[in-house]
């Protein structure tokens, strides 16, 4: 039996419309309809939602197909973590740009390097509307909840690859802390305002920030 079956055999026992659903679970009547006719499945958060309207538990859903929904999890966490790190890569891409347009030798240099900031910052909108709705519809507020997200929907590989981004990940504070200095000193570059003891004032206020953050993140998870 499919997890579409079980959501309106569910709903059904318990005299529910699919209107009444997909308020709970905060999606259209149209995705809920989706869902029962086994068209789309139903990502983790709404999982939960369902499971709670129905008073019942995730595992009694998903049944046979869990293999199945682990699979389309883990895809969709590989998906959404493209698109994390390519927000980091523009991010950096765009302040290194602008380092060099600030010592370009010509007009026609500057203009080449523009074309190509305009390119990163499409890159950068294209990659923020489905990481929008990936975070809203997960409910992922932080970093840390992003870490944390990413971290339990992945599945245990052995590649250096994926070893790697799982221990960015585990470290997502250090390395962000890490983000931020590099991005002051490029900008202190940039300016050429770059000099050791501007180094030593920027990294001091990285670090700052960085405590700033893992704080009102712990404050946030409350």
């Known amino acids: 039996m499919e997890i579409g079956t079980r959501i309106r055999e569910h709903r ?6 699919q209107e009444a659903l997909a308020a709970a679970c905060k999606v259209s ?14 990502d983790i958060a709404s999982l939960k939602a369902i499971a709670t309207a129905f008073d019942t538990s995730v595992d009694a859903l998903i049944g046979d197909d869990a293999p199945h929904i682990i699979e389309r999890f883990d895809a969709d966490s590989r998906r959404f973590l493209v698109l994390f790190f390519l927000m980091q890569v523009c991010w950096v891409s765009s302040s290194l740009l602008r380092l060099f347009a600030a010592n370009a030798p010509n007009h026609e240099e500057e203009l080449s390097i523009a074309v190509a900031e305009a390119f990163v910052l499409g890159i950068w909108i294209m990659s923020f509307i489905p990481y929008l709705r990936y975070t809203r519809r997960n409910g992922l507020k932080t970093i840390g909840d992003i870490s944390a997200h990413l971290l339990e929907h992945m599945q245990q590989e052995k590649s250096l690859g994926m070893r790697l981004t799982r221990s960015i990940l585990s470290h997502i504070y250090v390395w962000n802390w890490l983000l931020c200095d590099a991005m002051m000193l490029i900008a202190l570059a940039g300016a050429g305002w770059l000099t050791p003891l501007s180094a030593i004032v920027a990294i001091a206020a990285s670090s700052l920030i960085a405590v700033i953050g893992r704080h009102a993140d712990r404050w946030l998870n409350r």
């Not at 059904?12 to 419309?17: C, D, F, H, R, S």
């Open 12 to 17: 059904q026992a318990n005299g529910m419309k």
């Open 29 to 42: 009547r149209q995705t809920v309809s989706n869902w029962e006719r086994n068209k789309t499945l139903p």
